[in-house]
């Protein structure tokens, strides 16, 4: 019986997993190699999924983390992707906040065994963030360095924003704490599927206990446009953020365009966006701990209520 490979793609927020996933499934699928795609999001609305498309068995677990609270729920939905589409390779794309160990624990199960072979963990890092990792609480530092530390493959990503000398400064930082990963430099996770290299039969399972819920305080909400809003004013929003939230993903209509819709991203005080050639629900997602929500809500109310205005004038 041929079992499916299985890869998990682990990194912290806007590292830039799902650039990554999207480069790899483009190459399986010139291989001529069939594949699915488990995605775990923190909140109740994937944007992420969107960006997938509709050709490749997808599913879905919202509202927690792999390893925190859906381990069961990752043997189900293997399973079945296994039964309904017996895919050559399945990949597992984790929340920005699970801890890699974790997950490849939630993916050995007796139940799944016979059917899966773990190929490799995959960490995208982003290399700015790696170099500002001390600016971040305590919590948030260590599961970063936690995911280096397991990775099988270091992506190591916005490689160009890195002079020589501190490319090679942060190289040797990473084997330090991880000798054993292949390393990667890359832009926009673009990486050659051959050059990723599989991980041994064993593993290390004495982690340190950094979990999502439980010590980050990580906290989701979604927000639904109604209406078009002006990209100016959005954006403004996001450089504004405060600290405490990390990530925003969505998708949204603007006014000077009011046809398509643009996926908005933001990470680490840099927001962008793009405009997508296919109509999405106008959702945003937003990431942080110790979220006001009801300041949120009101804030990006006040956006919507602000373009009204402007349109009923004309």
Known sequence: MKKVEVYILSGFLGSGKTTLLQNLLIEEKAR?????VLMNEFGDFSVDTN???DQTPLK???KGCICCTMKDEVEIQLLSLYQEHKPDVIYIETTGVAHPIEVLDACISPVIAPYIEMKSIIT????????QKEKLNPQYERLLVEQVRHGDNLILNKSDLLSVKELERVKEDLKEVNPFATIHMTNYSHVDLSQITQRDSTFDNKKEEVHAKKHLQVQTMTYQFTVPIEMESLIEWLKNMPDSIFRV????KIASDPN???VVQYAYGVPTYMKEPINFPTNIVIIGSN?????IYRELNQLEQSNSNKLSVL
Do not use: S
């Open 260 to 262: 398509g819709t643009y």
């Open 124 to 131: 995208v890092l982003d290399l700015t963030r790696w170099q």
């Open 60 to 62: 879905e677990l919202l």
């Open 291 to 295: 979220l006001n929500k009801e300041e």
């Open 32 to 36: 001529g190699r069939k594949v699915a």
């Open 249 to 252: 993903k969505g998708f949204v």
């Open 51 to 53: 960006l997938i498309g």
